[in-house]
């Protein structure tokens, strides 16, 4: 049986790759123990049906390589494509696990800066929080507006109305893409090398790492160090992925966490050998599966 690697399809042609990942694409097809499939992106997030093509494929594990999904979405794809005999390797339970930074936190809080989460619409108490934070950064359950016009950070100088405001403004700004409440994070400050932070990322499967890669860019600096990476706690999925930076006084944090599906690759990763790597760790799991049965 052939694992199914899934793809975006071009907006205008569901019989090929949407660009975005044509460079993915062109080292996942040539392993024929994959099965490629593309789908209908724009009309499944709009609410349409679930697309595919080719139009009957084969059963069994699938692989989403895309762009991230709500949740709520997530849970859709999952169901479409069991009935078309597909499950996808994360079920939506562990997709949220490590899409949303709060439900992974517990697990990192050791290896990650200080962070305080807040429902939607749940009122935050501003002087409880600059009690807590000298610094800090706002977020939602995913993402920040980083690199927009919006401050990189917060601390004692704003009142609780601005803050308030601030909110407000952040959530508008995020629009659609907004997930479900607050996250403020103490923000630190990550060591430059000619303007660039010195970040990595891992992809893990089962709890073993299939990849580690330079995740910003940068040209030269110190490589996270193994034991970090290979320390920590599993995380609550099968297929994740954790991003490290290093700070301006050497040391190396974790500053996400996110579901392997929809992470990108890292800039300048080998590609092919990402495939190769992913599809000889899918293996070795399916043969112990057999043999535990």
Known sequence: MRHTILYPAD????????????YEYREAIKFPEFQILFYDYD??????????????????????????LQSDKYQE???????????LINTPA?????????????????????????????????????????????????????????????????????????????????????????????????KQ????????????????RLSLSKNSNQQTGNTVPEQLVNNLPRLKSRFYTVDFAELENGEWIVIETGDGQVSGLSPGQYVFKYYEELLELLQERFQERNDEK
């Open 193 to 208: 090398n000619a303007g660039v932070t010195n970040e990595y990322r891992a992809f893990f499967l089962d709890g073993k």
């Open 43 to 68: 009309t499944f997030t709009a609410g349409g049906k679930l697309n595919l093509y080719p139009t009957h494929p084969e059963g069994g594990l699938c692989i989403y390589r895309g762009w991230m």
């Open 94 to 190: 562990e997709y949220e696990s490590c899409h949303e930074f709060p439900n992974s936190y517990p697990l990192i809080k050791g290896y990650t800066p200080k962070t305080i989460f807040f429902k939607a619409d749940e009122k935050i108490n501003w002087d409880d929080i600059k009690s807590a934070f000298r610094r800090f950064m706002i977020k939602d359950y995913v993402k920040s507006v980083k690199g927009m016009d919006f401050p990189a950070f917060f601390d004692d100088s704003y009142s609780s109305d601005e803050m308030d405001r601030f909110v407000a403004r952040f959530i508008e700004m995020r629009g659609n893409l907004f997930v479900k409440g607050i996250v403020l994070k103490e923000y630190v400050v990550l």
């Open 77 to 87: 794809l999952y169901a479409s494509l069991q009935e078309q005999g597909l499950t």
């Open 11 to 22: 907006f205008f042609n569901i019989k090929a790759v949407d660009p975005d990942y044509e």
